[in-house]
């Protein structure tokens, strides 16, 4: 069974930083690009990163462009979200998802999230 | 970035009745159009991608339609199952972007 598990999420100050991860199952991981998407409480969804399956290259929306760096561990099949410079509107449940494959970059399967609180 | 507009944003129905959300991108983005299901609490499900092809295992009732700017979500009998909230993506080019969703409410 394909399953995609986060964990890291926690409450942090303004400013402050912290590294989520995704740790993948049931799959291939390196075949796959992997994204972050993430929702603030009671908003719709943000796409946040994506990567490649090899990790060559990276993509970032434009609101943690230079704060948020993706990457991932094909060996130990993890997707990684470090975040820097976190700011109150940081706040929101962070999923890892998987594009579909075969070039497709729509998301399936996704995790169930962790969430991150950013609050002084 | 390529902006989704998806409207409505909530709608009221009964079981039985047919429902169609759409979703205009800002520029044309071919068939690179992914619908998602997502109800309180849980992450979202893939229901459609490619604009029109059905995800497996999902019910036939769900269909989807249209290319370039325009798309359309249809759910031509509501189930009990299906009160959820509904959004769109595009995939053709990077920042990948969604739409604002639409809530389907129990009239």
């Known amino acids: 069974e394909v399953q995609l598990l986060e964990s890291g999420g926690g409450l942090v100050q303004p400013g402050g930083s912290l590294r989520l991860s995704c740790a993948a199952s049931g799959f291939t991981f390196s075949s796959y690009a992997m994204s972050w998407v993430r929702q603030a409480p009671g908003k719709g969804l943000e796409w946040v990163s994506g990567i490649s399956g090899s990790g060559d290259n990276t993509y970032y929306a434009d609101s943690v462009k230079g704060r948020f760096t993706i990457s991932r561990d094909n060996s130990k099949k993890t997707l990684y979200l470090q975040m820097i410079s976190l700011r109150v509107d940081d706040t929101a449940v962070y999923h890892c998802?998987?594009?579909?494959?075969?070039?497709?970059?729509?998301?399936?399967?996704w995790g169930q999230g962790t969430l991150v609180t950013v609050s002084s | 970035a390529i902006r989704i507009t998806q409207s409505p944003s909530s709608l009221s129905a009964s079981t039985g009745d047919r429902v169609t959300i759409t979703c205009r991108a800002s520029?044309?983005?071919?068939?690179?159009l992914a619908w998602y299901q997502q109800k309180p609490g849980k992450a979202p499900k893939l229901l459609i991608y490619?604009?029109?092809t059905l995800q497996s295992g999902v019910p036939s009732r769900f269909s989807g339609s249209g290319s370039g700017t325009d798309f359309t979500l249809t759910i031509s009998c509501l189930q009990s199952e299906d009160f959820a909230t509904y959004y769109c993506?595009?995939?053709?080019?990077?920042?990948?972007?969604f739409g604002q969703g639409t809530k389907v409410e129990i009239k």
């Open positions: 490619a604009a029109s």
């Open positions: 998802a998987r594009g579909r494959g075969f070039g497709e970059l729509s998301f399936d399967p």
């Open positions: 993506q595009q995939y053709y080019s990077y920042p990948l972007t």
């Open positions: 520029q044309g983005i071919s068939s690179y």
